[in-house]
């Protein structure tokens, strides 16, 4: 509310000039134009398939491979090194390299999401999972648990919620790297809008497209959390 | 009829940053069979819950051997059930999915499982709370539902490491009646680690005091009290007797232990 009532008195009040700052109705109005002129729709539905499919392919790679670093520690000895050092690589430099590779096309955009979200999921599940309270380990194999069971009945079951909670955490900076992959050769979606509303000075229509963004990741965030509470009702109970 | 023998089992912890190793167990020899009721009384730190561990497989013995009806004991495995003191239900199951994790482990069908699983909550009171979640029962639920665990399994014999040491007085001596009544009916090899005399001599038929650390087997007490005892042999004066001894015996080990100290 003060952002917006701040916003209003900076542009209405005639303090920012008009071309750097467009006024809260402006946008507004800029917005309805994008939606029904446009086809600002397809850019949103173009950047938030981009988004899920980048981050599930991470996911189905990291989850499993975080589970197995985190259950194994001759596995997470040596991979572990590695998954270290790609975390301190961003996404962000690898559009260039990945453009000569993979073009400017979808397969590009995902491959950023990808290598943005792979590396902290794995460690993070591995850390996670790495922890799971010794003492069920230990009852379960007293139950007669194999290797495999305590994996999958065991150490999987019992960092579910946290792994869920992580993924949430990363599809949200999986939404910055869309937008910085966006920005940079692209013919559609969120990011695209934005750099050609810059070359047209329209700053209603790159507010609008920020307050998307946020408005998105806001319902996503929504979602998984009500996904999570149905899915672990032991951790509510 | 299940024995377990254990062989010279010694057991020393490796050095640690400038710490000499710490020799846990001295060798302990034991034959234990015939549905005895066992239990080990002996001060805290006195390795008696690293000999349950050695004959559960959880920990290997440094040298010596544990042997389970003439077979070596490598490592844990479902013919010896085991109920933790800390609270070692999983979460995210039900209690009758707890009770029944070990049957599923070996891949009895759901039908059958549940049966069992029923059988045991009946047996241990706890009907009307198959579908609840651990989170939800109260501590001595939780350890009622962990014996159960444990029995669901159908073990060759129940290892049980001061099961009832977080739990108020009330509640444990009502666990304490529950456990022998199940084993009165059952009949089964069961070995139960405690520092509590009572709690010793009420359950067992035979009473093993162990040593203060190094811990070594000191006195080996059979038990004569009839069955089915009930809460009120703990006045008569056999009863009395007994805990007498062993209050000597562990009195003897406590000051050695905060002599050291």
């Keep these: ?237 | 009829m299940t024995t377990l023998v254990i062989d010279q089992v010694t057991r020393t912890f490796p050095a640690r940053q400038g710490h000499a190793p710490t020799r846990a167990l001295e060798p302990v020899d034991l034959s234990i069979g015939n549905n005895d009721f066992v239990t080990i009384l002996g001060p805290s730190g006195c390795g008696k819950s690293t000999l349950l561990r050695i004959v559960a497989g959880l920990d290997h013995p440094t040298s010596g051997k544990v042997l389970l009806d003439g077979h070596e004991v490598k490592g844990p495995g479902a013919d010896r059930g085991m109920v933790f003191q800390s609270y070692t239900l999983f979460p995210w199951l039900t209690v009758r999915e707890n009770i029944a994790f070990g049957l599923r482990e070996r891949g009895v069908p759901e039908g059958k499982r549940n049966a069992v699983a029923d059988r045991f909550i009946q047996q241990i009171g706890l009907k009307g709370f198959e579908n609840h979640w651990p989170k939800q029962l109260s501590g001595g639920m939780q350890q009622r539902c962990a014996i159960a665990r444990a029995l669901a399994n159908d073990p060759k014999i129940l290892l049980l490491d001061e099961p009832f040491g977080a739990l108020d007085n009330q509640t444990r001596v009502l666990m304490q009646e529950m456990l022998l009544g199940i084993w009165e009916r059952d009949q089964k090899t069961v070995l139960f680690v405690t520092h509590d005399i009572e709690e010793a001599i009420f359950l067992g038929s035979r009473v093993l005091v162990m040593s203060a650390r190094p811990g070594r087997i000191k006195a080996d007490i059979k038990i004569d009290l009839p069955h089915p005892r009930s809460y009120k042999i703990k006045t008569s004066p056999e009863f009395v007797a007994l805990k007498e001894r062993l209050v000597e015996e562990i009195r003897a080990e406590a000051l050695k232990v905060a002599a050291e100290a």
């Design chain 1, 1 to 237: 509310m003060l952002f917006v009532a701040a916003w209003s008195l900076a542009t209405f009040g005639g303090y920012v000039s008009k071309t750097f700052l467009a006024d809260p109705l402006t946008m507004l109005r800029e917005g309805w134009d994008l939606l029904v002129k446009f086809g600002f729709l397809y850019d949103i539905g173009m950047t938030v398939w981009r988004v899920v499919g980048g981050f599930v392919l991470a996911a189905a790679i990291a989850v499993p491979l975080g589970l197995l670093m985190g259950a194994y520690k001759p596995i997470e000895a040596f991979l572990e090194p590695f998954v270290s050092f790609a975390r301190y690589l961003p996404a962000s430099a690898f559009i260039p390299l990945l453009i000569l590779w993979a073009g400017i096309g979808e397969l590009q955009k995902l491959l950023i999401i990808f290598i943005g979200s792979v590396f902290q999921i794995i460690l993070m599940i591995t850390v996670t999972v790495g922890n799971t309270r010794r003492d069920l380990v230990e009852a379960a194999y007293t139950l007669g648990a194999s290797d495999r069971g305590i994996i999958g009945r065991v150490l999987l079951p019992s960092a579910a919620p946290d792994i869920a909670e992580i993924l949430r955490l990363v599809l949200g900076w999986a939404w910055t790297y869309v937008i910085v992959a966006e920005l940079i050769g692209s013919s559609s979606g969120i990011g695209h809008m934005i750099t050609d509303s810059q070359a047209l000075l329209n700053t209603g229509q790159i507010i609008f497209g920020i307050i998307v963004i946020g408005l998105i990741g806001l319902i996503s965030d929504f979602l998984f959390k009500a996904f999570n509470a149905w899915l672990f009702p032991w951790k509510l109970a």
